[in-house]
């Protein structure tokens, strides 16, 4: 049973408590290609099955730009419309950039179903997956300073969400619908922030003269399953965006040289960027390390876009010029996407090596194919990260406490 409430004097349809079924809409400007808003909806849609919901439809519209009330042209949003009312189940409708207040409060009030842009949606997913009180407080903080400046056509808005995708967090609540208000929330998050952080730079400070490695790459690319094999441990690890939140370190022994490893938040394109200064204290493990490890899915068709989006959120922490060793992830799935049945292993082998160079040199650090599910290669990439870690200790000035 769908809940009903006003929107003004029209009825809107009511939420799906457990599952909503949603439509994604991108528009193509003269800066982007069609192939690359697909892909871009490929992994909005993965966003939106992470948050719980299911895509039915998808429109894509090329435009200069988009429209500074409707987002879409006009013919589109009536397209929008017509299949929305010819398909009662839908609730929700994603576009793929940033809405201003006003363009949520207008589409809302044509399409009568809420309206998530992919910010919002990222947030949800964020304020769903936080389990520390560093986390959430990190979410509200976010949450908090990507509305304010959305205030003014949120009005309504506000007063009648009741939950679902895009509403957790503060949402759940009504937001008092006063700038002043939301700006002294925003002051106690950083307060109460500072402190956290205080707390985590003094348990870092505890930690000694280990060697610190962390893992960084682009979200779902096998971090935390390979921290779970290479720290013997038990990191949630699963196939959903944002798996993780919070900072795992694990004390790994190689051949009896210790080191600290760290599991770090994924990266993604077009992350909110209240999100991410919101997170540079999680993201404090990857600036205190002494190498990164730099997992990607080598089985992704855009894996070079999702590395330089890695490589572009490194340079922002000032933290590219650190040792760093490309780890290829998943290298079964490449091969079963990408070789043919007839090749021999020598000639797959010569086909791997000749990318393993050009990858070196087109990105200038040391690289190994693995498939963490599998443990191929496994021993090797030890072997490197153990090589790497001896190089950090010879390098200070004095002996490790082991």
Same mark, same amino acid.
Do not use: C
């Given at each position: 049973m769908s809940e009903q409430w006003q929107f003004g004097k029209q009825k809107v349809k009511g939420l799906h408590k457990e599952s909503e079924d949603c439509i994604l809409v991108g528009v193509v400007t003269k800066n982007d290609t069609l192939e690359q808003i697909e892909e871009y909806l490929d992994e909005l849609e993965f966003l939106a099955e992470t948050a719980g919901a299911k895509t039915v439809k998808r429109y894509i519209q090329k435009l200069p730009h988009p429209d500074v009330r409707t987002f879409v042209g006009k013919g589109k949003l009536e397209e929008i419309a017509q299949f929305i009312q010819e398909n009662e189940n839908i609730s929700l409708v994603i576009f793929d950039d940033d809405l201003t207040g006003k363009q949520t409060n207008f589409l809302e009030r044509e399409l009568k179903v809420k309206i998530v842009d992919r910010s919002t949606l990222i947030l949800d997913i964020f304020a769903g997956r936080a389990q520390t009180a560093q986390a959430k407080t990190q979410v509200e903080l976010a949450q908090m300073q990507y509305l304010l400046p959305k205030l003014r056509g949120l009005w309504t808005h506000l007063e009648r969400q009741k939950g679902g995708i895009g509403m957790r967090g503060p949402g759940e609540q009504e937001i008092e619908t006063d700038r002043r208000i939301v700006r002294d929330k925003i002051s106690q998050l950083k307060s109460k922030l500072e402190k956290i952080d205080q707390q985590a730079l003094t348990q870092r400070k505890n930690r000694g003269d280990l060697v610190r490695v962390a893992l960084v790459g682009y979200t779902n690319v096998g971090k935390s399953t390979l921290m779970n094999i290479l720290s013997k441990s038990d990191v949630f690890a699963e196939n959903k965006l944002f798996a993780t939140l919070d900072t795992t370190v694990r004390k790994v022994v190689i051949d009896n040289v210790p080191f600290l490893l760290s599991d770090t938040v994924g990266f993604i394109r077009k992350l909110p960027h209240h999100l991410v200064e919101s997170f540079k204290s999680t993201l404090d493990e990857v600036r205190e390390s002494d190498i990164l490890i730099h997992v990607i899915d080598f089985s992704h068709p855009h894996?070079?876009?999702? +590395?330089?989006?890695?490589? =572009?959120?490194?340079?922002?922490? !000032?933290?590219?010029?650190?040792?760093?060793?490309?780890?290829? #992830?998943?290298?079964?799935?490449?091969?079963?996407?990408?070789?043919?049945?007839?090749?021999?292993?020598?000639?797959?082998?010569?086909?791997?090596?000749? +990318?393993?160079?050009?990858? =070196?040199?087109?990105?200038?650090? !040391?690289?190994?194919?693995?498939?963490?599910?599998?443990?191929? #290669?496994?021993?090797e990439l030890k072997s490197k990260i153990f090589e790497m870690v001896q190089s950090a200790y010879s390098e200070r000035v004095y002996t490790p406490k082991y």
């Open positions: 894996f070079q876009d999702q +590395i330089n989006t890695v490589n =572009k959120t490194l340079v922002d922490l !000032d933290v590219a010029d650190k040792p760093t060793l490309l780890v290829f #992830n998943k290298i079964d799935l490449y091969r079963e996407k990408n070789f043919d049945d007839f090749l021999d292993n020598t000639t797959k082998n010569e086909i791997l090596e000749e +990318i393993s160079q050009n990858m =070196k040199n087109t990105y200038h650090h !040391d690289n190994i194919f693995i498939s963490a599910i599998d443990g191929e #290669n496994m021993d």
